[in-house]
């Protein structure tokens, strides 16, 4: 038993081994195979190379190697993609997401009205999408202090501000200063829409364009994520409303977008820059431009895109 069992297994170690051996055999035969004709095929590209090179240069012979041959085909074909990448450029830019209408500020210098004018934090470049951003502030209490002249040394360099002379800045005074700012903003800008968003909000700047592109159709609009809430009577409390009773025996504000960030069109912008002495403000902005609108034919967007607690997929703007 011993013995036949000892010759069992040296037939099937034999067999192994010859498996292995025509496998091995295999995998060499086939990389032999893959080797020669890539060796074949890049025999082939060389010879053609050297065809169209003389070809183009006109001599039975190439004056310079193949290798170099390689670098100038491929410095060609760099530059064609190069122009096709300027022309799709030079037409975006065309396009961006500018309005087709424009206002005649100058006769001799027509200028398409720009789409939006926001109040945020960076500024870009208008001819490309047709977006005007501005950072928004104020002078300090202490006026010509330190923090006014960082502020117009760092304007000079950047021009990135939009600045209200005439307001202070200060947390209580943010109703105030989005008045302000939709009512100097009109003056300074003629543009489609006006749009105001907090320093601590990321802003998808396509995709913006791309849906304020999309109710141009509409003369006046106020765009954002519109909510209500309860007013707080308490003065302790953080969001406190001391015209709480004006508000009803429920206690709730009337519908209006989220101060993260929202939209207006130039009609209710310029409401706003005519009425600026006697539109009421309240404790908070947001709430203090619905109440502007209220009495106003005005269209309301609830928009959740402009909800900015999360950013999703085609959002317009993010919370940090």
Request: proline share 2%.
């Amino acid at each position: 038993m011993q013995s036949r069992g000892s010759s069992n297994k040296l037939s099937s170690m034999i067999a192994r081994t010859r498996i292995s051996s025509l496998l091995l055999s295999m995998f060499a035969t086939f990389a032999s195979i893959y080797v020669a004709g890539r060796l074949w095929q890049d025999a082939q590209t060389r010879v053609r190379l050297i065809k169209e090179l003389d070809r183009i240069t006109g001599y039975g012979k190439s004056a310079i190697s193949v290798d170099d041959t390689l670098k100038i085909i491929a410095c060609r074909e760099q530059r064609k993609k190069l122009l096709e990448l300027e022309m799709q450029l030079a037409a975006a830019g065309q396009e961006g997401f500018k309005s087709k209408g424009s206002t005649d500020t100058d006769d001799k210098d027509p200028k398409k009205r720009p789409l939006v004018v926001i109040g945020a934090a960076l500024k870009k470049r208008e001819n490309e999408k047709g977006i005007i951003t501005r950072f928004v502030i104020g002078r300090s209490a202490n006026r010509g202090d330190s923090l006014d002249q960082d502020i117009d040394s760092e304007n000079k360099q950047t021009n990135d501000f939009f600045i209200l002379d005439h307001h202070v800045e200060a947390p209580k005074e943010f109703p105030n200063k989005a008045k302000l700012f939709f009512a100097y903003a009109v003056d300074k800008w003629d543009a489609e829409y006006y749009a105001k968003v907090n320093d601590d909000v990321y802003v998808n700047i396509d995709s913006l364009g791309a849906t304020l592109a999309t109710h141009l159709d509409k003369p006046r609009v106020y765009i954002g994520c519109m909510k209500s809430g309860d007013v707080f009577s308490e003065p302790g409390h953080k969001w406190y409303e001391p015209d709480w009773w004006k508000f009803g025996d429920k206690k709730l504000y009337f519908r209006h977008a989220s101060g993260e960030m929202y939209v207006i069109s130039r009609a209710p912008a310029k409401f706003i820059s005519i009425n600026r002495s006697i539109l009421r403000t309240y404790a908070h902005d947001d709430v203090s431009a619905g109440s502007w609108f209220l009495g106003l034919d005005v269209k309301y967007l609830n928009e959740g895109k402009f909800c900015c607690s999360s950013w999703s997929s085609g959002a317009i703007c993010a919370g940090v």
